[in-house]
């Protein structure tokens, strides 16, 4: 079905929309001339830093700071005395909370004060002046050990109603979707597969640390500078904890190092606002990137149990699975988002998945690209791998046999429109890297997976200049090339050339309210926007030429950048550029703009399989990427380059979260390595080319068919290399990351 | 805590300084000298982000204190293009879309620039190995190591 669609859909034709066209912040960016978060600085700035704590889980008895705020050159120190005491949301009182502890510290590296000082030097002194007095608590930090009801308990009291008495006070939700009689379809299958899978906390690994410039009156007016996937989000969250408008906190997003989720949320960013109130100086803050490892959001580590049911000939009967999430020390993990995607690419008659949100003393998990999805995915494609193997079974075509399509309803409840899943299995089949031979120790696996895509609250305002050029304003800051995307629809819609426009991202008191840079929301809904925008200038251009040729707006046409006569009453007038009318419009009534507003939807769900070449060392454990191909459904490609690069970033990530990143605890409930050289991340030489292959099923739900792209990449990555490693070392791998001891001793031992 | 005065070359400038003994060149280059271009990704030489080279030998500059400097020559990314004429590297990182975020991208074309200076006609397994010092997690270096063995044969056809 997914193919007949895409062939009965004409297929829309583009002129600038799908070229590969320069980015508009090149030049900064290869120059050093680019701003980011810490780029930044301000007359009579201050330095501040934070003060964490040393233990997982201990009572704040006190905290004297009278000696470290006597230190020649300090100018404030907060601690969260100094935060009102506001009654918030439990969401924006964890953050709070999060920011700053409250009455007990609840992981390693948990801030717990800051200072404000004439430099970064002063302000480590001015740390080590101040003394907390802590209680040590019972702590834990493993997912299944919250879960016994004797674990050392976070926030008693707190458990949402879902979660059935009796179970661990760390046990925060219950999530249930599904659809059918899992035991019946278990009775129907030939074959069933039970396991257990666990997947360790990794970190997004932006290389840019968390870091912010605040300045902030008696009058509560404020600024604030930093990098943030969102600067709606982050004046809305601070304005709330601190107690002050949203109106008269301005904040700027600078370039952003990478964010991939971790920068949804504020961790320095009301500190540095109350430091810089205190102080009545500008206050810049930059974490250390052990900061970054001990206090910024992970993801989730999971333990995870599948049951699958399949047929001799690979119908898959049953499928079930249990998700036990820990998001850290307050709930949200990713659970829900794990639940619902687990299945979401398969057509099932049984479906069924719990998810349990289990707190423990560790940094509150942050998004990180699909979040959620990826462990899910890492479970169930393991297990049906696994599964069509023992039977025999081809994994492409027993996927085929099981796949989603125009009217499948999902395993968490919607029905889906056009979709590219088979799309990307048979482009999978067909591809020549599905028949390559592999050598000795090698193997080859193959895995699907699925995310949803957001659309999301977006403002886009577009401004025409005398001289005919356009400036796109929107409120989304560019992480991998958006700013080239939107401007690329921009002229396309306008038909102007690329070079004519100009995209900018706006502070918080430039355009209306714009959800946070996530959920691969930006090129569909800011795009959806933009185009919708430039619709709108459109429309007023046409009426400004039509009372100019004293003829009826509906007599007008906009066609390749031109308004033009339409039909045989319109006259004889010449066509009138973009550029022809910009330049009179002072005459014809003022400024040309056009704007829009939407809670965007239509955001089209997105599929991908991933094929993965690997050869294991029998001597040493160590897994080695020889080949690696993305099979991917992006709708439309606006600017290719940056899409396959999303497809080939999603992979690298997927990489070293299968191979080497971990959080590693010790008893002591400490972090055993925050920083880069024991966090190893995917580094050049670990990696071969990775070759991306885009399909374009158009997304019904936008004018030009894009779907998000950005996440799906990193969904289906654990599994396929976890299956090529199993066949490679003829050993099934079940937990993350297979790094060299651990394969080593599943090696050995069988 | 009395200051040390320093007098060094960077992007072939004369220029003078006073830095505290503990201070890293990375600091100094960003904080005092407003180069900005070297970022700060790790502090500890893992991360590659701050590269420069110090009389033509790449180094992580916040592994170096900025008293070191004394009498050196240091080049940083702000000196790579001339003028409006930026370096092949640079343009074939626009043009090849080798970057995404950019927050690496300095630290990685100063590296591949001192590569280039070595090795003309690095393969891919050299660049690889060259590069594994600099950390990017936005690309899966994939593009930048096109656009980095593209550069070399362009520089290379034009000598």
Known sequence: MALDTEQDVKPLEFKVVGTRVNRPDGVDKVTGRARFGADMSAPGMLIGRVLRSPHPHARIVSIDTSAAEALDGVHAVVTRADFPDIELDDALADIRDNCMAGEKALYDGHAVAAVAASSAAVARQALKLITVAYEPLPHVTDVDAAMKPDAPALHPGRTNESVPEGMSPNVMARYEFGHGDIKAGLAAADRVLERTYRTEATHQGYIEPNACLAQMGPDGRADLWCCTQGQYMVRDTCAAILGIKQGQLRVTASEIGGGFGGKTTVFLEPVALALARKAGRPVKMVMSRSEVLRATGPIASTSIDVRLGMTKDGRITAGFAELRYQGGAWPGSPVEFGAMSAFAPYDLENVKTIGWDVVTNRPKAAAYRAPGAPMAAFAVESAIDEAARLLGLDPLEMR????????????????????????????????????????????????????????????????????????????NPDICGS?????????????????????????????????????????????????????????????????????????????????????????????????????????TGGPISGHHEVNAEG?????????VDVEVDPETGATKILRYTVFQDAGKAVHPSYVEGQLQGGATQGIGWALNEEYIYGEDGVLQNPGFLDYRIPVASDLPMIEPVILEIPNPGHPYGVRGVGETSIVPPLAAIANAVSAAAGVRMTELPMSPPKLLMAMQHG | ??????????????????????????????????????????????????????????????????????????????????????????????????????????????????LLERNPDPSEEEARYWLAGNLCRCTGYDKIIRAVLDAAREMREAS
Request: glycine share 10%; proline share 3%.
């Open chain 1, 400 to 475: 085929l046999k099981n796949a989603a399509r125009e009217g499948t309803r999902a395993s968490y409840g919607v029905t889906y429109p056009a979709i590219g899943l088979e799309a990307t299995l048979r482009t999978a089949r067909d591809h020549p890297h599905w028949s390559a031979p592999l050598g000795a120790n090698q193997g080859r696996g193959v895995a699907c997976g699925f995310w949803f895509n957001f659309g999301g609250n977006t403002s886009v305002s577009i401004s025409i200049a005398s001289d005919g050029t356009v400036n796109v304003t929107e409120g």
């Open chain 1, 603 to 611: 955001a089209g769900v997105s599929f991908a399989t991933h094929m």
């Open chain 2, 1 to 114: 805590m009395s200051q040390i005065h320093v007098t060094t070359k960077i992007n072939g400038e004369s220029r003078e300084f006073l830095c505290e003994a503990d201070e890293s060149l990375l600091h100094v280059l960003r904080d005092r000298l407003g180069l900005t271009g070297a970022k700060e990704g790790c502090g500890t030489g893992d991360c590659g982000a701050c590269s420069v080279t110090v009389d033509g030998r790449l180094v992580c500059s916040c592994l170096m204190l900025g008293a070191e400097a004394e009498g050196r020559e240091i080049a940083t990314i702000e000196g790579m293009a001339e003028g409006e004429q930026l370096h092949p590297l640079q343009r074939k990182f626009i043009e090849m879309a080798a970057l995404q975020c950019g927050i690496c991208t300095p630290g990685i074309l100063v590296a591949a620039k001192s």
């Open chain 1, 483 to 587: 700013r080239a995307s939107i401007s690329l629809m921009a002229a396309e819609e306008l038909g102007i050339p690329y070079d004519r426009v100009r995209t900018v991202i706006a502070d918080t008191a430039s355009l209306g309210l714009n959800d946070v840079t996530d959920g691969s929301r930006v090129t569909f809904a800011v795009g959806l926007a933009t185009i919708e925008a430039a619709r709108a200038a459109k429309r007023e251009m046409c009426r400004r030429v039509a009372r100019l040729w004293e003829i009826d707006e509906e007599a007008v046409v906009w066609k390749d950048g031109a308004v033009h006569p339409a039909g045989p009453n319109a006259g004889d007038n010449e066509p009138m550029s973009l550029a022809e009318i910009a330049a009179i419009a002072p005459n």
